[in-house]
């Protein structure tokens, strides 16, 4: 069993690192993040997989992509370069970032409540992969979508697959603006 403010925790955290790991340099009226019921298999020819762990259960956290020129003009403001200045290599190494920042953010701020996680890299594959997901029992589920200028940019999904029951105590946090977020570098 798995408490439900666990789950909830883990849904607000899923969307708040979205937002975090896609926001940098864009105005929130550009952008926006909303929660969807349910994935849609046609979302994305391709996807980036990172997981954060634990002895007790997997977050696999999907960021479903497909490289059009929507998602290329995204990625050329998010570098500060002109659309043609855009790579396969440039394009796939942003993501792969956006990934990593997405997956960190949630397991910086999960550690609050479970100690000793762990966090993969990301690795990008191909939406024919998605069905041995399914090899896996997913015990929660979360997915979300990001628009672009009023366009869908990219979908994100989340699955929470627990070996045994899951007693986190979740403990509210207020989260204080002048603390330094750990996940920066800073200079001395």
Known sequence: ??????KREIHQLFIKGFREA?????DAEDLQIKEQQRFETEHGEEFFLLT????????????HVSRNQHAENFVAKALNIGTNAVTEENFYDYLGEVGNAFCGSIKRNLNKTVPHLGMSTPNRLDKDCLPYLSSFKIDDEVHAIAEYQGQTLFHASAYLSADDELNYEVKSQAIDE?????GE???F
Request: aromatic share 16%; net charge negative; glycine share 4%.
């Open 178 to 182: 002048a603390e330094p977020d750990s």
């Open 22 to 26: 896609l926001e940098p340099g864009f």
């Open 1 to 6: 069993m798995i408490k439900e403010d666990f």
């Open 52 to 63: 954060v762990s634990s002895q007790l259960f997997r977050i696999f956290i999907l960021l």
């Open 185 to 187: 570098l800073e200079f």
